[in-house]
């Protein structure tokens, strides 16, 4: 496609329950980030892919939080037991290895209740 | 570690006036990128300029210019005759530079209405 998709663009889970959510980065694009967006809040960094580097991990907030990317292409965010806490909008982006923009998906916005 | 910082949670203007949207950084690196994106209610993250830290021009994108004082570690966004269409969220974001992209760290951002 075009450009970064996510689905589902919309989540609702009941709490504890556990949830993935997918990230289909630009084709040729090395770097993938997921981030958190809360309310009205700015972007928490999440996890951040760049090729066949070990992932920066250092914005997961709890072990409940893991991602994966395979082939070097989709991600997968997953979130285990489900806290009402996590109720946000995940937004992935991807980027190319030379030019540092990223381009972002429209988000997942999750909803625990 | 990088921090953005976005002291101005919301600001209003008038449709064809100019405003000056404030973000500061701090980071001891010397190479690196600065950016601003656009959210729109719809969601979508935009991005609406960028300037790289080596470059002693500031940026310019139509309407929309930096000021870019690295000294001072300061990239302001200038947005001159205001559209409605330029009502969202304002995001200040920083990049280091390492032989490649790096993360990026964002700024908590900046509501911009624009009023008829």
């Known amino acids: 496609g075009a450009g970064v998709s996510q689905s589902p663009s919309n989540k609702v889970t009941e709490k504890g329950k556990d949830v993935e959510l997918r990230c289909d980065p630009i084709?040729?694009?090395?770097?993938l980030y997921w981030y958190r967006q809360s309310l009205g809040q700015g972007l928490e960094f999440l996890i951040y892919f760049q090729g066949n580097s070990a992932p920066d991990k250092s914005g997961l907030p709890s072990d409940r939080f893991s991602a994966e990317r395979t082939g070097g292409s989709v991600s997968t965010l997953t979130i285990q037991r489900t806290q009402q806490e996590d109720s946000a909008v995940y937004l992935c982006?991807?980027?190319?290895?030379?030019?540092?923009?990223?381009?972002f998906g429209q988000g997942t916005r999750l909803t625990v209740v | 570690a990088q921090t953005v910082t976005q002291s101005q949670p919301e600001m209003s203007v008038q449709e064809a006036e100019t405003v000056t949207l404030s973000c500061t950084y701090d980071?001891?690196?010397?190479?690196?990128?600065l950016f601003w994106y656009k959210q729109p209610p719809s969601r979508q993250m935009i991005l609406v300029i960028r300037q790289e830290a080596y470059k002693q021009q500031n940026a310019t994108e139509n309407r929309f210019s930096v000021n870019f004082q690295k000294a001072a570690k300061s990239f302001s966004l200038k947005i001159s005759d205001s559209q409605l269409g330029d009502t969202a969220m304002y995001f200040c974001?920083?990049?280091?530079?390492?032989?490649?992209?790096?993360?990026?760290?964002f700024g908590k951002g900046m509501k911009l209405t624009v009023n008829p």
């Open positions: 084709s040729g694009h090395t770097a």
């Open positions: 980071t001891s690196e010397n190479n690196y990128y």
């Open positions: 982006a991807s980027s190319p290895a030379v030019n540092t923009e990223a381009f």
């Open positions: 974001a920083f990049m280091k530079f390492k032989g490649g992209s790096e993360k990026l760290v």
